[in-house]
């Protein structure tokens, strides 16, 4: 139980365009998604914190309009990389926690995406 | 400020048995966790703390003391597989915040 998915798992854009990026828990309902972004052999960076229905909330330095989220429901959280540059590149993972381990973050596989 | 103090790195043999440390300063606490990653893969929760002492599950062991703003993840019977990165963190009031990571190299 507990599996978070996401899509796509690689992603290559060019300089100017968006991408989405899609997190779904798969068997339960997520009350909390969360959206990291992790450099290569650094630790995970909490970008913003989405409850389903309404806004996210984002951390300091985190440009809300270049990473759009989207929470539409339980099970499903997006996240799109608007006008994406070369320092967008880097690996995207979602979490989501349900109403029974509030303390559990179930992560998704991550996304990496590289803009040229 | 916030902040998670834990070994960039430890190296040890198959068999043996690591102890990973953590000392954290947060403006809340509600619980010390565990995670696992590989290189290239995302991160697995392993265990969690709400209350001081130890929890087992299995191979590992996680121990904490809210005192001493303290905890530790112990691998016993390493194998080769247990060769990754291993993560403290700690949810505070707000968030969950993350240590910057211990990465185990297990040699044979």
């Known amino acids: 139980g507990a599996v978070v998915s996401q899509h796509p798992s690689r992603v290559i854009c060019k300089s100017g365009t968006s991408v989405k990026i899609e997190c779904r828990s798969l068997?339960?309902?997520?009350?909390?998604m969360f959206w990291y972004r992790q450099f290569p052999k650094k630790s995970l960076m909490l970008m913003a914190t989405s409850n389903e229905g309404s806004k996210a909330t984002y951390e300091q330095g985190v440009e809300k309009d270049k990473f759009l989220i989207n929470h539409a429901s339980l099970t499903l959280s997006t996240l799109t990389v608007t006008s994406a540059h070369p320092e967008d590149s880097s690996f995207y993972i979602c979490s989501a926690t349900n109403r029974v381990s509030t303390d559990t973050q179930y992560f998704g596989p991550g996304t990496r995406l590289t803009v040229l | 400020g916030q902040s998670l103090e834990q070994p960039s790195e430890v190296t040890a043999v198959e068999g043996a048995i690591v102890q990973i440390n953590c000392t954290y300063q947060t403006s809340g606490f509600y619980g010390l966790s565990w995670y696992q990653q590989h290189d290239g893969g995302a991160p697995t929760f392993l265990s969690y703390?709400?209350?001081?002492g130890l929890e087992e599950t299995g191979r590992f062991s996680s121990f904490l003391s809210r005192s001493d703003s303290y905890g530790y993840l112990l691998l016993q019977e390493l194998q080769m597989k247990d060769s990754a990165s291993y993560f403290c963190?700690?949810?505070?009031?707000?968030?969950?915040?993350f240590g910057a990571g211990t990465r185990l190299f297990v040699k044979a």
């Open positions: 963190a700690v949810r505070d009031s707000f968030k969950t915040i």
């Open positions: 703390n709400g209350l001081d």
């Open positions: 068997d339960f309902q997520a009350t909390t």
